[in-house]
């Protein structure tokens, strides 16, 4: 499975971003698609995730309220719609998604990142 992400950038605070993400490759059936993050400094973090049961979303209590995430089943893509950003959320996003394969495992994925910077 490959993950292309897309929509990072610059953005001054108080500003909006939309991040998207599209999977591909081999026949498989995801369980959960998500949104991480990793800032100079620190260990990479949860901002969120979807899952394909039922559509249950987790947020990080840190983006809760200003983060959205959606996806298309259809097209096995994820959305990150980020309103009201602060210098804090300046991170590397990485899209992450969770497939279960044929033999009834699970398989985890990354993209390979986009920054997104917001500045004061």
């Known amino acids: 499975v490959q993950l292309v992400e897309s929509g990072g950038g610059l953005v001054q605070a108080g500003g909006s971003l939309r991040l998207s993400c599209a999977a591909s490759?081999?026949?498989?059936?995801?369980?959960?698609m998500g949104w991480y993050r990793q800032a100079p400094g620190k260990q990479r973090e949860k901002v969120a995730v979807i899952f394909n049961e039922g559509d249950r979303t987790d947020y990080a209590n840190s983006v809760n309220g200003r983060f959205t995430v959606s996806r298309d089943n259809a097209k096995n893509t994820v959305d990150l719609q980020m309103n009201n950003l602060k210098p804090e959320d300046t991170a590397v996003y990485y899209c992450?998604?969770?497939?279960?394969?044929?033999?009834?495992?699970?398989?985890?994925?990354w993209g390979q990142g986009t920054q997104v910077t917001v500045s004061s």
């Open positions: 992450h998604t969770v497939v279960t394969t044929s033999r009834g495992t699970y398989d985890s994925f």
């Open positions: 490759g081999s026949p498989f059936s995801v369980y959960a």
